[in-house]
């Protein structure tokens, strides 16, 4: 049954919407389907195609799928891909919430971007503000100590 959704999603894979490319490579990511080399192909130059549509959900959860394929698998992600899912990512990182900043920052290192254009300073930028609902008041330690080692990996 997966082998026949996986096929129809090579077919339809160029229609689909940020939230149907996240939830597609998030999927495959957990159930451990890194082996259709066709199918990342098709979803990594849709995320690349429409990165400029995800939300910091979408981001955040597009980058761990890449990277838990590329740690697991030994695959390389698309650079093309990444760098437009960076480049959003710096876009929305004002409005990330501590989970999507320590997951961003865990899958870039996970990645082995030494990320340029700003990415890491806006998610920095992110993580360190304080307030009313910021992310330092909402990150547990553990998420700090993601945050610490990523930045200290991609910086």
Not at 115 to 130: D, F, I
Not at 131 to 143: H, Y
Request: with cysteine; net charge positive; hydrophobic share 45%.
């Amino acid at each position: 049954m997966l082998a026949a959704l996986e096929r129809r999603a090579e077919d339809i894979g160029d229609e689909f919407k940020s939230q149907e490319v996240a939830n597609a490579l998030w999927a495959l990511a957990k159930l451990g389907r890194w082996n259709n080399e066709c199918l990342l192909g098709v979803l990594e130059k849709r995320a690349q195609a429409i990165a400029q549509t995800f939300n910091s959900r979408e981001v955040s959860n597009t980058l761990w799928a890449m990277a838990k394929i590329s740690q697991v698998s030994g695959r390389k992600a698309g650079d093309g891909a990444l760098r437009a899912l960076e480049h959003r990512a710096r876009n929305m990182a004002s409005v990330m919430n501590s989970v999507e900043v320590s997951n961003t920052l865990v899958s870039l290192a996970t990645l082995g971007r030494h990320t340029q254009h700003g990415v890491l300073q806006a998610l920095e930028a992110r993580a360190g503000t304080c307030g009313r609902g910021s992310v330092c008041r909402l990150c547990f330690p553990c998420r700090w100590c993601a945050c610490a080692c990523a930045c200290a990996c991609v910086g």
